[in-house]
């Protein structure tokens, strides 16, 4: 199967990256391909309706690409004011309706603080269910805390939530399998 992984922080020590890296690391032993889709590289301009006489250009296309390919999505965002980053969701703006049916989507969120809670998880699984994904149950909420920076290398290191990452990428690959099943 195929996973896409989408990053909201465009920083290049992203912690929103190492918790997907980690996912990255599971998917791929479990023998699935990734692909990290990057906003740094491949940034997207404000979505303007008015642009789509033209249509959106090479950027948008790889990811819209990216996404038809992709059978499972994992979403991590750094918590911006309570909410996922504007990069993010103006990705998201760009999308039709219908293009995330029947993709499962695993959805993590990433504070500065302790008690960062998980609000941009709920306010992406709103607005997934108005792109028709099928986010899973589990979720990750986490703050910068719960990694550990060596000379700019992140990963996480809070063995719970590498846990429940490790739990919510099992259920991931788990339910976009069933995706896959021939329905009957
Ligand atoms: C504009 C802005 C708003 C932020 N708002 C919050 C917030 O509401 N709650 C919180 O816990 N952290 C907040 N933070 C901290 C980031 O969520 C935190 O640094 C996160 O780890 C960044 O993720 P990244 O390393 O993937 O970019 C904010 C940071 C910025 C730059």
Redesign the pocket.
């Known amino acids: 199967m195929n996973f896409l992984l989408l ?5 290049r ?5 190492a918790l997907l890296n980690s996912m990255q690391v599971k998917i791929t032993q479990a023998g699935h391909s990734v692909y990290h889709h990057n906003f740094i590289e491949w940034p997207l301009p404000f979505y303007n309706p008015d642009l789509a006489k033209n249509g959106y250009g090479k950027q948008f296309q790889l990811f819209l690409d990216k996404l038809h390919a992709a059978d499972g999505i994992a979403i ?1 965002t ?5 909410s996922l980053t504007g990069v993010l969701k103006n990705a998201l703006d760009y999308l039709p309706p219908s293009i995330l049916k029947n993709k499962p989507i695993a959805l993590a969120n ?4 302790v008690r ?1 809670g998980q609000s941009a998880c709920e306010h992406l699984r709103t607005i997934l269910r108005a792109l028709s994904g099928q986010v899973i149950h589990m979720q990750v909420g986490c ?2 805390d719960d990694f550990t920076n060596r000379n700019g290398n ?1 990963s996480l290191s809070e063995q719970t939530i590498i846990d429940r990452t490790d739990n919510m990428t099992t259920e991931l690959i788990s339910v976009t399998g069933k995706f896959q099943q021939p329905v009957g």
């Open positions: 990053n909201g922080s465009l920083s020590t992203s912690h929103s990256a991590a750094p918590l911006y004011h309570g990433i504070g500065g603080s960062a703050c910068s992140i």
